[in-house]
């Protein structure tokens, strides 16, 4: 199983920015997509984000949609979610997934 780590997490007042990333040195990202998605305290954990193997086309949930911006870099085995505009209903746990594999998870939390 892939171990990938977040990072990047923390504690932000509204309209702060983070800029979270994912990193694995066991196996090379580029031939998968990979996605961010969150947990807020009692919710289903849901996607935010993802970003293709292929040509790096992201998607994104509405609720975010201008405000976090995903992306990979493929030669240092890495994914990033740099958020901006940061809301409170954005605090949660924020995973990185791909291959199969989770992280641990960073946390994030938005409050003044």
């Known amino acids: 199983q892939l171990q990938l780590v977040e990072s990047g997490g923390g504690l932000v007042q509204p309209g702060g920015s983070l800029n979270l990333s994912c990193a694995t040195s066991?196996?090379?990202?580029?031939?998968?997509?990979i996605g961010w998605f969150r947990q807020a305290p009692g919710k289903e954990r849901e996607g935010v984000s993802c970003i293709s193997s292929i040509d790096s086309s992201t998607h994104y949930i509405d609720s975010v949609k201008g405000r976090f911006t995903i992306s990979r870099d493929n030669a240092k085995n890495m994914a990033y979610l740099q958020m901006d505009s940061l809301k409170p209903e954005d605090t949660a746990v924020y995973y990185c997934?791909?291959?199969?594999?989770w992280g641990q998870g960073t946390q994030v939390t938005v409050s003044s």
């Open positions: 066991q196996y090379t990202l580029e031939y998968y997509a």
């Open positions: 997934y791909t291959a199969g594999s």
